[in-house]
């Protein structure tokens, strides 16, 4: 069986799949866009969306009057969807094409935000390595969502880590304190319910 790289599975993606029926798609991100407004940070902040894609978290972002937005994803073919829908807005905002695990940068954010990247790392190594990028960033913020306990165990024909919120509050206990929590149901494009646990962080002295 051929193996490819992860690049060429996620560009396989938003190449050849329908992107209004995959099943990440959100009209509006409300659980994202609710964590972040609570956090009362000023509009300037530095905002990173990891794994982005072709979320439209940034349209909203950029609507309510947030001005530092950074979107990271492996699949350049992501990003571009999301300029194409952006138009004259998108030169507002900084397109990172990067793997998580190799992203290298000694700019400073103040969020860090991950709806579904996190449960893709499978392997303890893959984990410490996200942690290793993490803490290189220090982000003030950690916003975290993954399937739950009860979610899917694949995504996209990928294999998954299923988080309860308090393994995901232990994952990340060492540098960053979690203030708030919440459990939701996402309903897909074609009618499927996924549980998601999302976790918000403030980072440790």
Request: charged share 25%.
């Amino acid at each position: 069986m051929k193996v490819i790289s992860r690049k060429t599975y996620w560009k396989d993606i938003y190449t050849k799949k329908d992107l209004t029926k995959v099943s990440w798609v959100q009209e509006k991100p409300s659980i994202s866009l609710a964590f972040i407004n609570q956090l009362n940070i000023d509009k300037s902040a530095k905002i990173l969306d990891v794994a982005g894609g072709n979320s439209n978290l940034v349209d909203f972002l950029l609507a309510e009057g947030y001005t530092q937005l950074s979107v990271l994803d492996i699949a350049e073919e992501s990003l571009q969807v999301s300029r194409e829908r952006l138009g004259n807005q998108a030169h507002q905002i900084n397109w990172l094409v990067n793997d998580i695990l190799n992203f290298d940068t000694q700019e400073k954010f103040d969020v860090w935000h991950d709806r579904a990247g996190f449960h893709f790392m499978t392997t303890q190594e893959a984990i410490d390595q996200y942690k290793n990028v993490l803490n290189k960033v220090k982000p003030t913020y950690l916003i975290i969502g993954t399937f739950s306990e009860n979610g899917p165990e694949k995504c996209s024909g990928l294999p998954i880590k299923n988080y309860s919120i308090e393994e995901l509050k232990g994952c990340f206990i060492e540098d960053y304190k979690m203030i708030k929590s919440k459990n939701v149901n996402h309903t897909t494009p074609t009618g499927s319910i996924q549980n998601f646990n999302f976790c918000m962080f403030i980072k440790k002295g």
